[in-house]
């Protein structure tokens, strides 16, 4: 397992200050946003993060994208392997849709998968991995949606992302976390409750302590990225980042 910070949480701050941010809490690795730090197809954006994070000594865990399956071209994925790869990110994060799993129709699970196939298959060549968020409004809300887009798209480098749901309580959670394990990639790291309320990261101690040994466990290399810390601050980042290391 592999601690990291998701760069989306401080859009507020540089890239040369998310680096530093990173680097004082000795997190090992960084997911750079497609949308302020590193936009689709800013290849000298790319090049700066890259060249920034290789002299702090941290990894760039993903590039985390906004691309959403079945609604972006050719055209605009290429370019997102290409600033993925000139970045040096092994993975680009990506949105299964903008429907939710109640609502999707059997057109919209057709283009969603169909968008993602296009996508392993265009990032293959390149050696990146495809990575799909784990998020509400998408067909990726509910645990059995996403593990059927896995094996229905059936692409080597397709994996999944996860996070707690909103709402969800510690052991639905961590029954998630197990059934997406064989596909799982990297965790965002947070504590909201109740709904869209962000609390410190101790505040679910009792969820994150048991994720945490479960993805130390595995022997391939999983991200654990912190995000949405409270009040945008960076003191409150420290502080989780320091109890995630203790955790650990």
């Known amino acids: 397992m592999r601690t990291g910070l998701v760069s989306v949480t401080f859009r507020q701050l540089s890239v040369e200050e998310v680096v530093q941010a990173a680097a004082d809490a000795e997190l090992a690795a960084i997911e750079w946003g497609g949308d302020i730090h590193v936009p689709l197809g800013d290849l000298a954006a790319a090049t700066r993060a890259r060249e920034l994070c290789a002299e702090q000594e941290i990894a760039v865990a993903a590039y985390g994208s906004y691309l959403r399956a079945g609604q972006c071209d050719r055209e605009e994925i290429a370019t997102a392997v290409q600033t993925a790869v ?3 990110a092994p993975m680009i994060r990506v949105w299964a849709g903008s429907t939710g799993t109640a609502t999707a129709s059997v057109d919209d699970r057709i283009e969603v998968t169909r968008g993602l196939s296009e996508m392993a298959e265009v990032a293959r060549d390149s050696g ?3 990575a799909m968020e784990f998020h509400r409004k998408t067909l990726t809300d509910d645990v059995d949606s996403t593990i059927t887009l896995l094996l ?3 692409a080597p480098n ?3 992302y996860w996070q707690p749901p909103v709402d969800v309580d510690d052991e639905e959670c961590l029954r998630q976390l197990e059934q997406l394990m064989p596909w799982l990639a990297s965790v965002h790291v947070f504590s ?3 709904a869209d309320t962000r609390l410190p990261l101790a505040a679910r101690e009792s969820l994150w302590r048991p994720v945490l040994d479960r993805l130390a466990s ?3 290399e999983i991200n654990a990225l912190l995000e949405f810390v ?8 420290r502080t989780d980042a320091e109890d995630l290391h203790n955790w650990l």
């Open 86 to 88: 000139t970045l040096g």
């Open 128 to 130: 990146v991995d495809i």
């Open 152 to 154: 229905d798209v059936d």
């Open 158 to 160: 397709l994996r999944s």
């Open 192 to 194: 909201w409750w109740p």
């Open 218 to 220: 595995e022997s391939k």
């Open 230 to 237: 409270a009040d945008d601050s960076v003191d409150q980042f």
